[in-house]
């Protein structure tokens, strides 16, 4: 089980599963070749197979404010309610047009669990991300080391702005998972 990963490390899960990819796109073109309908993979697939195929797959989770709707701090909230055990093992923001307020204006995101609202559940990010960086640029948050990057069936992902959110505009964000 993969807890936090930078840049680096999902790029090479990345290139792990695009390999996984072409050893079953090559089983599927050997057996057409040979005329062979039978599937070359073990089914079912033993427990050490799957726990390799389970710790390629990472499910992305994006959520978009379009245009200027990302201005408006009513707009942020939940985004994601999980219906398994998942591991947030990476979050990616980018914006379109920088915050423009004299104050920080900053992005968290946040594990809600049972009842908490938005603003009162365990922030996922060890800094939160700056709303006033370089448009057009993505930002890959740094996740905390602690169980919250856990979350639980029934569990929500919320979108928590900080800050006077004046001129940000085009607010895309992907939070990766992996079954737990």
Do not use: W
């Not at 979050?91 to 809600?112: C, K, P």
């Not at 709303?131 to 057009?136: E, G, H, P, Q």
């Amino acid at each position: 089980m993969i807890n936090s990963i930078n840049r680096e490390e999902f790029e090479e899960l990345q290139d792990s599963f695009e390999e996984l990819k072409r050893q079953v796109r090559s089983f599927t073109e050997k057996q057409n070749d040979d005329g062979y309908s039978g599937s070359q993979l073990k089914y079912p697939l033993d427990n050490f197979t799957q726990g390799l195929i389970e710790n390629l797959i990472i499910y992305p989770v994006s959520v978009r404010l379009k245009s200027t709707d990302a201005a408006t701090a009513a707009n942020y909230g939940v985004f994601f309610v999980s219906e398994r055990q998942y591991t947030v093992i990476a979050v990616a923001e980018v914006h379109g047009t920088a915050g423009s307020d004299a104050g920080a204006v900053t992005l968290q995101i946040e594990r809600l669990q049972g009842t908490e609202a938005p603003d009162s559940g365990d922030e996922l990010l060890s800094t939160a991300i700056s709303l006033k960086a370089t448009a057009n640029t993505v930002q890959y948050g740094t996740l905390k080391t602690t169980e919250v990057v856990t979350i639980y069936r029934g569990d929500r992902l919320c979108l928590k702005d900080a800050g006077t959110l004046t001129a940000v505009a085009n607010l895309a964000v992907t939070v990766y998972l992996q079954p737990a």
